[in-house]
């Protein structure tokens, strides 16, 4: 299998090379142009110095509009009808077909979800809201099932180290998720799902207001039962029935656009709340039938962008809050005599913001420099806590089991110079960030990128940079675990690469490399098997990744991504021979065709994920899987369509990206929505 697929991307590589110029994702035609980290109707004045380009415009690459083809680093957009033509039902799901990116999923709809990019762990990936970091404090990662794909307008992957612009957590890369903004009053959309076990998805999205101010609601509901039976996997663990996988999830989210004068604003809500069963991995003693999970999200930002004469100038705030609530009523009673129950609990909130200014400077620079600051702060309430006890103390230096509050706080400038010489085919971007951290020494991290347009549809790409993660609160403070005294990852990052565009087709092609120092890792603290985090670590990682986008007769299409990831080594020190990064797969790859024909359209869609290891001594090993699913729609009306899809028509269960977290066989759904 893996072979197959180094032959695609063989091929894949030898069509990039007589091919053309840039890629915006996978889809057959460019994405709009997002004028601002919000994607605001109204437009946002570019440099007049700005470099040439033909293509969409994305803002997550220079963290400013900027036209793909001008950008040194590979970016992907994947569009609300991409979302909707995969079946996505969290972005994760859309993302396993960005080459360069690994998801891991907890089990079924409502569970755990992250992404991490070109060998990186999610806690090494930086997620962004309309611009702003979203990563929790306390994990340091991003959980995509908290956010329902109706409220998503596009979605921008920047791969590479992108520390110098965004800061911590940027080693692998960038996602920014940009949410939908109103448009155009009385823009109405409905849809209602059935599909495996009852599962019932409805929502509804409107859109009011006049030219000065509109308003977009989104509201969507979800229930699933996801009880089913799975295989034996290897000697891992036995055959048996999940239960507990139950999900019941509710999201609303509202956004604001209008003017202020001469001011572009707008303004983001996002509330998600979620009940889950949260029954354990099979292949541990923890597995029960009454583990809840209680969970609300609330997120919140706004924007507010002043264009001037060759330039402009954005102030954004953003706050974020996360209320998870963990319980066990089977513990609350043994031999039928109370004990304790088991009741964790974790209230996290960030407060972020950021100012930014870009202008043109003579014919040939575009300046972008900025200001970020932001704040969080988690409240930790074990289970054998008194509910009594006194208010919760700073978490330094308690034992197990305390109840306390651990904070941190960020400040940060950037200056970025963009060189776009008139007569030049040559285009370079330098830049510096300066970082200080609570409670750690001020770093600089600066990047080198370079663009040479070879030809008019091919563009030859390098880049260079320095890049770190900061450790996150669970990391440094958690009550029994954390450790107060980490310093921050640091890391290096290249990539040389192309991309091509053509009337027909679309690529890209990178090399990449990340080696990171001070990697947090978990060693024994104890005889009972205790963990502690420390600084100990070091990694190395290479690959290889591309994909190629093109167009078939009148209406077909075809995707494919492949990635290699050809090295991701542990080598921390007393190791006899490196060992393989925790779960970082040996490859993955995707495929995608479509077609459509008068009132109907056709998919199938195909992902790929390597061997990998379930534990950091390499000793349990999880099989490749590939993933199948189909679709058929069917436009009965004007505003109205019917479609039938089927996930994982192959019934593997053994598809894992977890150990001990096997997937529903196939799934069957039928979706009746309005156009």
């Known amino acids: ?92 799901d859309s993302l396993r077909f960005i080459p360069g990116t690994v998801v891991q999923q907890y089990g079924t709809f409502g569970q755990l979800s992250t992404v991490a990019l070109r060998g990186a762990s999610a806690a090494q990936t930086l997620i962004l ?41 940027a080693m692998g890369g960038v996602v920014n998720i940009i949410t939908k903004q109103p448009l155009s009053a009385g823009n109405v959309n409905a849809y209602a799902q059935l599909g495996y076990q009852g599962t019932f998805t409805r929502g509804l999205g409107f859109t009011a207001g006049g030219p ?130 088991y009741d964790n609990q974790a209230n996290g909130a960030t407060r972020s913001a950021s100012l930014r200014t870009s202008f043109g400077v003579g014919r040939s620079n575009v300046m972008t420099a900025g200001y970020d600051t932001a704040g969080s702060d988690v409240t930790f309430d074990q289970a054998y806590v008194p509910p009594n006890s006194p208010e919760p103390k700073p978490c330094q230096g308690l034992a197990s089991f305390d109840s306390c509050t651990a ?109 990171t120092s001070n990697l947090i890792v978990n060693v024994p603290a104890d005889a009972f098997g205790d963990l502690k985090p420390v600084n100990i670590s070091r990694a190395s990682v290479r690959g290889l990744e591309t994909s190629i986008s093109t167009t078939v007769g009148r209406s077909g299409h075809v995707y494919v991504a492949y990635t290699d990831f050809a090295k991701a080594a542990d080598l921390s020190p007393g190791l006899a021979q490196p060992i393989r990064l925790l779960y970082r797969p040996t490859s993955t790859g995707a495929i995608s065709l479509w077609t459509g024909k008068g009132s109907w359209t056709y998919g199938i869609d195909s992902t790929y994920v390597g061997l990998r290891y379930g534990d950091e001594a390499n000793t349990l090993v999880l099989s490749p899987y590939l993933v199948t699913g189909v679709h058929v729609r069917k436009t009965i009306s004007r505003h109205l369509a019917l479609t039938l899809r089927a996930d994982n028509v192959g019934n593997n269960h053994n598809a894992e990206d977890v150990l001990g977290y096997p997937i529903v066989g196939s799934a069957f759904s039928v979706r009746l929505s309005t156009r």
């Open 407 to 515: 904070q941190s706080g960020t400040s940060a400038w950037y200056l970025q110079d963009d060189i776009h010489p008139p007569s030049s085919d040559l285009d370079l971007s330098l830049g510096v960030r300066d970082q200080r951290s609570q409670g750690q020494q001020a770093t600089a991290v600066p990047t080198f990128g370079a663009v040479w347009h070879a030809s008019h549809t091919i563009d030859m790409l390098a880049n260079y940079g320095r890049a770190l993660r900061t450790p996150n609160l669970d990391e440094l403070y958690y009550p029994g675990y954390g450790s107060p005294f980490l310093q921050p990852e640091y890391g290096a990052t290249f990539d040389v690469g192309m991309r091509c565009h053509a009337e027909r087709i679309e690529c890209t092609f990178s090399y990449f490399g990340q080696d």
């Open 212 to 341: 000065d101010l509109l308003a977009r609601v989104d509201v969507q509901a979800i229930s699933a039962s996801s009880n089913f039976a799975y295989p034996a996997y290897n000697d891992l663990y036995d055959a048996g029935v999940r239960t507990n996988s139950d999900a019941k999830n509710s999201d609303l989210g509202i956004a604001l656009a209008g003017h202020l004068g001469v001011v572009n604003a707008n303004a983001s809500f996002h509330n998600d709340t979620s009940a889950i069963g949260v029954p354990g991995a099979v292949n541990t003693s923890f597995v029960s039938d009454f583990a809840q999970q209680q969970r609300i999200y609330q997120r919140f930002d706004m924007d507010f962008d002043l264009p001037f004469r060759g330039g402009d100038v954005e102030l954004q705030v953003a706050s974020n809050g996360r209320r998870l609530h963990f319980f066990d009523t089977s513990l609350a009673y043994q031999n039928g005599t109370p004990a304790f129950p």
């Open 1 to 92: 299998m893996r072979r197959s697929w180094i032959v695609v991307s063989m091929i894949a590589a030898g069509c990039s090379i007589v091919s053309s110029r840039a890629i915006a994702g996978p889809q057959p035609a460019p994405a709009p142009p997002a004028p601002t980290s919000q994607a605001t109707p109204a437009a946002t004045a570019t440099p007049s110095s700005a470099p040439r380009g033909l293509g969409p415009v994305v803002v997550t690459a220079a963290r400013r509009p900027t036209p793909l083809d001008a950008t040194s680093r590979q970016t992907y957009v994947i569009s609300a009808a991409d979302l909707d033509r995969l079946g996505a039902q969290t972005a994760a």
């Open 129 to 169: 809201i309309n611009g702003q970091p979203v990563n929790e404090a306390d994990t340091g990662s991003f959980d995509f099932s908290s956010l329902p794909v109706n409220v998503i307008d596009h979605i921008e992957v920047v791969q590479g180290g992108s520390s110098t612009l965004y800061g911590s957590a």
